[in-house]
Nanobody, 120 residues
Framework: QVQLVESGGGEVHAGGSLRLSCAASTNIFSIAAMGWFRQAPGKQRNLVAFITPIGRANYADSVKGRFTISRDNAKNTVYLQMNSLNPEDTAVYYC??????????????WGQGTQVTVSS
């Protein structure tokens, strides 16, 4: 069973930056695609970005040019560098393993997430 622990959230002003981390306890991390998702209050959880095992990244249009996903396979950790944050980025952020054949589908188990709050 995969355990996912997200960290690095916090409160920032618009224009600020945060770096999120997600540690995954799985022995298939190095061959798994990883994704970051976010869920704002009253809204569904949406994909923000994902990264393939070899480091190819894809982003939601709303974060392109501002967010960067990366991974360290030696540490079983995936990161999300978030720059130029705006209030619309306020949400709980989650990571998960994903499958990418066609649609991007997350695993069934989720971590506790990390809260990101951006004030104007």
């Amino acid at each position: 069973q995969v355990q996912l622990v997200e960290s690095g959230g916090g409160e920032v002003h618009a224009g600020g930056s945060l770096r999120l981390s997600c540690a995954a306890s799985t022995n298939i991390f190095s061959i798994a695609a990883m994704g970051w998702f976010r869920q704002a209050p009253g809204k569904q959880r949406n994909l923000v970005a994902f990264i393939t095992p070899i480091g190819r990244a894809n982003y939601a249009d709303s974060v392109k040019g501002r967010f960067t996903i990366s991974r360290d396979n030696a540490k079983n950790t995936v990161y999300l560098q978030m720059n130029s944050l705006n209030p619309e980025d306020t949400a709980v952020y989650y990571c998960n393993l994903v499958t990418t054949g066609g649609a991007v589908v997350p695993g069934r188990m989720w971590g506790q997430g990390t809260q990101v709050t951006v004030s104007s």
